[in-house]
């Protein structure tokens, strides 16, 4: 909303400001800057406080999660250890069944050719029995008949007899073959049963450790990570609260000096016949708006502390009048006010103009209502050309609203 001030009210004060007045003016400058900073002292702690109380729960967080990084660490090891005896019995196991099995195989093997050989024997066995008992007479007149002697009969027909004999001894060991073979088989294969079912239990238990390692590696992963979020966050808060630390010990070293001031500028009572300007929202109270142009900011609370006056955009280089006639007491840089203008009124009451471009008067330098005293500009801390205007009443900031 922009609003307009109008210059000067018709008349001036002629008022002659006493050397007793100048030393309250003085004060009462000193004592308005020194509200100022001691506001701004008290936000910079408070932000340093905050970041000291952050950056300790950082630290805690940091802390804890490091141990329990460290606890995780110390299972993954332990779990580690598990695995690797786990692994080592598995590959015995599976060792142990695959031996097992070329075992079976070959038993197999085995005793599939045994019951072929025996087969072929007993086959043998038989068509060799058959033979005999069906051709005996004729066999036994051809071998009489055919031998040189008796003795040769006897011969002749006792290696008949063994070779029937050996024949019937051959199909009993190949009996004998086939029975053991077929117990070896059975027992090899109630083995191999029992070393997979061992081996499958060891290869569970195995998985189960591995999952529960890779578990905790990915835990222990997240914490870190976690961490390392919480170191960057107190790193950020560290440098944060050294600032703020930084920026209160340079506000107390300038308060101090600004106490040293007003502990340093002689008190003096007004003389009987000066009389207090008071508050109104009428020109009736004998000031006048500094320039001409559109209120930005009023006078209150602003980002954590006091705004102690108003701001009135104007283009830069605008005359800055004397809202009321008075003496200036200050006209110079001052901290982040940039050039500034100080007056001081009858009663207590002194004006301020900061941030000017130039200063068009001088310190002790009488100056009356709607005369320039300075220029526009955007000195000091600020944003975009505007005259920053402040009325003390007594050393304290009043609103300069109430007086316009």
């Not at 009321?324 to 006209?331: I, K, L, N, R, T």
């Not at 471009?357 to 505007?386: K, L, N, R, Y």
Request: charged share 20%.
């Amino acid at each position: 909303m922009s609003l307009t001030f109008f210059g000067p009210l018709a008349g001036k004060i002629g008022l002659v400001v006493s050397a007793a007045l100048l030393a309250i003016g003085v004060a009462g400058v000193a004592r308005a800057e020194s509200h100022d900073l001691e506001h701004q002292l008290s936000d910079a702690r408070t932000r340093a406080a905050e970041r000291r109380t952050r950056e300790q729960a950082l630290a805690g967080d940091v802390a804890a999660q490091s141990e329990q990084i460290d606890a995780v660490e110390g299972q993954i090891g332990g779990l580690q250890s598990e695995v690797s005896l786990l692994e080592g019995q598995l590959g015995k196991a599976q060792a142990l069944l695959a031996a097992l099995e070329r075992e079976l195989d070959e038993k197999t093997r085995t005793l599939k050719r045994a019951r072929q050989q025996m087969r072929v024997a007993q086959r043998h066995l038989s068509q060799r029995v058959v033979d005999i008992y069906t051709s005996a007479e004729p066999d036994l007149v051809s071998i009489a008949l055919g031998a040189a002697s008796l003795e040769e009969v006897i011969d002749l027909v006792e290696t008949r007899s063994r070779v029937v004999e050996a024949d019937a001894d051959l199909v009993g060991q190949i009996k004998g073959l086939r029975r053991r073979v077929t117990r070896e088989r059975a027992r090899t294969a109630t083995l191999r049963q029992k070393r997979a079912a061992e081996t499958a239990r060891i290869e569970r238990h195995t998985n189960e450790r591995r999952a529960a390692m890779t578990s905790l590696v990915a835990r222990r992963d997240a914490l870190a990570s976690l961490r390392s979020a919480r170191e960057q966050a107190l790193a950020n808060v560290q440098v944060d609260r050294r600032e703020w630390e930084a920026q209160a010990n340079a506000l107390a070293a300038e308060s101090a000096r600004v106490a040293a001031v007003i502990s340093a500028a002689p008190t003096a009572q007004p003389e009987a016949d000066v009389r207090v300007s008071t508050p109104s929202s009428s020109p009736s109270s004998g000031f006048v708006a500094p320039v001409r142009g559109t209120l930005v900011s009023p006078y209150g609370q602003r980002w954590g502390r006091l705004h102690s006056g108003i701001d009135i955009a104007a283009p830069a280089g605008t005359p800055i009048v004397a809202s009321a006639s008075g003496q200036v007491v200050y006209a110079g840089s001052m901290s982040g006010y940039g050039l500034i203008v100080v007056l001081q009124h009858p009663g207590g009451v002194a004006t301020a103009y900061a941030h000017n471009s130039s200063v068009s008067v001088s310190v002790g330098q009488s100056v009356s209502q709607g005369q320039t005293i300075a220029a526009v500009g955007c000195t000091g801390h600020c944003f975009g050309d505007h005259v920053h205007f402040e009325v003390r009443l007594g050393g304290g900031p009043v609103d300069p609203m109430g007086y316009l």
